[in-house]
């Protein structure tokens, strides 16, 4: 891709949100009304999506332009990305065409190659003295891509060393590179054991985060699953502090995620300048109600080693946002360098994705943007039912946002005030309404039952205004 058309986009980006060139967008943010959810060009936002597996950057054969036009096409508005400090190889996870695996010679990272030969890839050793400038030109235009289509960038930074084939893999692996760093393990590449690595990091950071100062659409997490391969706690600091400091000058500031762990974690002392907690196959969604109290964002950023069907993935988006959730983000796997726009027919990865998935995720954005929900609370008591599991968001005696999954058809009980209101089933598949019922309620709650459902069904109740 060309610095042109990184240029380009990012000129139609600043025009497209109104302030044209004199005025910078403010990157996205939390929400002032309800800090548990992000502000992104004016609007309360929820995130969501079905995204490739991270390379979208850093593999060169990848076209990342049909991909980003597929998320928009359907409705999604996120894509999460690692920066280049960490690829993968073709055995990574038995998962086939790994866009987190490029080819041979088909690797940019944020740094030039030399002109000495021995990079375990079989190409020429890593300067760790010198930018790859059209490593910076493919990531600039990728945001800013993005942005042109309302998506936003979650950029992981680092990654943890998961084995040694990854970390010889690694351009911080002393032997990829024409010397500047200690020769270190891999339990040790995200610690300050060695100051040469841990300033090339730091270094790296800046870098980054000087080039996408101006665009809207990204935040950063700090690293991807830090509770593996030895990352520390002072380490994680440091790189926050330097994204921090680096945008010291800015009005606004791009928000900072931590990734907490894979299930459930109570998070006890997080890094002080980070706003998003992300965890990862957060199902059931317990650590919301574990976090909810932190009064800020909670994502399930990452599932996707859970099978090839659809209903896994759907349940488990539904289940975290409307346990209080505000993002969701699953692996899918249709998404190759042969086909960039999600069409390949995943069988042997150990996720799914395709079409269809993403039709069904962009049922679940539409259902929860259709309330007013940051004047809504995750409120498991107010609904009720024997044989159905249940999330709702509540705006108390207005508006109820309800999953239920179980035998169909299922009954539950509300606690409602009275008033006349309006209940939707809608299919969470197809996004369809199943029926329409009007409840007049005297007071003391009602009781509804749900038509016939295959696997789930969602319910949107909201009580007629002057009724």
Same mark, same amino acid.
């Given at each position: 891709?060309?610095?042109?058309?990184?240029?380009?986009?990012?000129?139609?980006?600043?025009?497209?949100?109104?302030?044209?060139?004199?005025?910078?967008?403010?990157?996205?943010?939390?929400?002032?009304?309800?800090?548990?959810?992000?502000?992104?060009?004016?609007?309360?936002?929820?995130?969501?999506?079905?995204?490739?597996?991270?390379?979208?950057?850093?593999?060169?054969?990848?076209?990342?332009?049909?991909?980003?036009?597929?998320?928009?096409?359907?409705?999604?508005?996120?894509?999460?990305?690692?920066?280049?400090?960490?690829?993968?190889?073709?055995?990574?996870?038995?998962?086939?065409?790994?866009?987190?695996?490029?080819?041979?010679?088909?690797?940019?990272?944020?740094?030039?190659?030399?002109?000495?030969?021995?990079?375990?890839?079989?190409?020429?050793?890593?300067?760790?003295?010198?930018?790859?400038?059209?490593?910076?030109?493919?990531?600039?235009?990728?945001?800013?891509?993005?942005?042109?289509?309302?998506?936003?960038?979650?950029?992981?930074?680092?990654?943890?060393?998961?084995?040694?084939?990854?970390?010889?893999?690694?351009?911080?692996?002393?032997?990829?590179?024409?010397?500047?760093?200690?020769?270190?393990?891999?339990?040790?590449?995200?610690? @300050?054991?060695?100051?040469? $690595?841990? !300033?090339?990091?730091? &270094?790296?950071? /800046? %870098?980054? *985060?000087?080039?996408?100062? +101006?665009?809207?659409?990204?935040?950063?997490?700090?690293?991807?699953?830090?509770?593996?391969?030895?990352?520390?706690?002072?380490?994680?600091?440091?790189?926050?502090?330097?994204?921090?400091?680096?945008?010291?000058? @800015?009005?606004?500031?791009? $928000?900072? !995620?931590?990734?907490? &762990?894979?299930? /459930? %974690?109570? *998070?006890?002392?997080?890094? +002080?300048?980070?706003?998003?907690?992300?965890?990862?196959?957060?199902?059931?969604?317990?650590?919301?109600?574990?976090?909810?109290?932190?009064?800020?964002?909670?994502?399930?950023?990452?599932?996707?080693?859970?099978?090839?069907?659809?209903?896994?993935?759907?349940?488990?988006?539904?289940?975290?946002?409307?346990?209080?959730?505000?993002?969701?983000?699953?692996?899918?796997?249709?998404?190759?360098?042969?086909?960039?726009?999600?069409?390949?027919?995943?069988?042997?990865?150990?996720?799914?994705?395709?079409?269809?998935?993403?039709?069904?995720?962009?049922?679940?954005?539409?259902?929860?943007?259709?309330?007013?929900?940051?004047?809504?609370?995750?409120?498991?008591?107010?609904?009720?039912?024997?044989?159905?599991?249940?999330?709702?968001?509540?705006?108390?005696?207005?508006?109820?946002?309800?999953?239920?999954?179980?035998?169909?058809?299922?009954?539950?009980?509300?606690?409602?005030?009275?008033?006349?209101?309006?209940?939707?089933?809608?299919?969470?598949?197809?996004?369809?309404?199943?029926?329409?019922?009007?409840?007049?309620?005297?007071?003391?709650?009602?009781?509804?039952?749900?038509?016939?459902?295959?696997?789930?069904?969602?319910?949107?109740?909201?009580?007629?205004?002057?009724?």
């Amino acid at each position: 891709m060309s610095t042109l058309r990184g240029v380009l986009g990012m000129a139609i980006l600043l025009v497209s949100t109104g302030g044209g060139f004199a005025e910078k967008p403010k990157p996205i943010g939390l929400c002032r009304e309800n800090p548990h959810y992000l502000l992104f060009r004016g609007k309360p936002t929820v995130l969501v999506t079905s995204g490739e597996h991270y390379g979208a950057v850093l593999n060169l054969d990848f076209d990342y332009l049909r991909y980003l036009d597929e998320l928009h096409t359907r409705g999604l508005n996120l894509t999460r990305t690692f920066a280049g400090t960490y690829r993968e190889v073709p055995s990574s996870f038995g998962i086939e065409e790994n866009t987190l695996a490029p080819g041979a010679g088909r690797f940019i990272c944020p740094w030039a190659r030399s002109v000495e030969p021995g990079a375990s890839d079989g190409g020429r050793k890593f300067d760790l003295s010198h930018w790859d400038e059209a490593y910076f030109a493919r990531l600039k235009d990728f945001v800013a891509q993005a942005g042109r289509r309302g998506i936003v960038v979650e950029l992981s930074l680092f990654c943890a060393i998961y084995d040694d084939t990854l970390w010889k893999a690694c351009p911080f692996y002393a032997d990829n590179t024409t010397g500047g760093v200690e020769k270190a393990g891999r339990l040790e590449a995200y610690t @300050l054991k060695h100051p040469k $690595l841990s !300033a090339l990091q730091t &270094a790296f950071v /800046r %870098k980054v *985060v000087s080039e996408l100062k +101006p665009l809207d659409n990204l935040y950063y997490e700090i690293c991807n699953e830090a509770y593996f391969g030895g990352v520390t706690r002072e380490w994680s600091e440091r790189m926050a502090r330097t994204i921090a400091e680096t945008e010291a000058d @800015l009005p606004a500031k791009h $928000l900072i !995620a931590e990734n907490i &762990a894979n299930g /459930r %974690k109570k *998070v006890t002392n997080p890094v +002080p300048q980070v706003s998003i907690f992300n965890f990862h196959y957060a199902s059931p969604p317990d650590t919301v109600a574990m976090n909810y109290a932190l009064n800020r964002p909670l994502a399930d950023d990452e599932t996707g080693f859970q099978g090839t069907g659809d209903f896994v993935y759907r349940r488990e988006g539904w289940e975290f946002l409307l346990a209080g959730g505000a993002i969701y983000s699953n692996l899918d796997y249709s998404f190759t360098c042969k086909r960039p726009d999600g069409t390949h027919v995943v069988t042997r990865s150990p996720g799914g994705g395709g079409p269809e998935l993403r039709r069904q995720l962009a049922v679940l954005k539409r259902f929860v943007e259709g309330f007013d929900f940051v004047r809504m609370r995750p409120t498991p008591a107010a609904v009720r039912s024997r044989r159905a599991t249940v999330h709702a968001l509540v705006e108390e005696g207005k508006a109820y946002a309800i999953y239920l999954r179980g035998p169909s058809p299922v009954e539950v009980a509300i606690g409602l005030p009275a008033g006349t209101y309006r209940a939707e089933w809608i299919n969470t598949r197809s996004g369809k309404t199943e029926r329409l019922d009007r409840l007049e309620v005297k007071g003391g709650g009602a009781k509804l039952v749900s038509p016939p459902f295959t696997e789930d069904i969602a319910l949107a109740l909201r009580r007629l205004a002057n009724k």
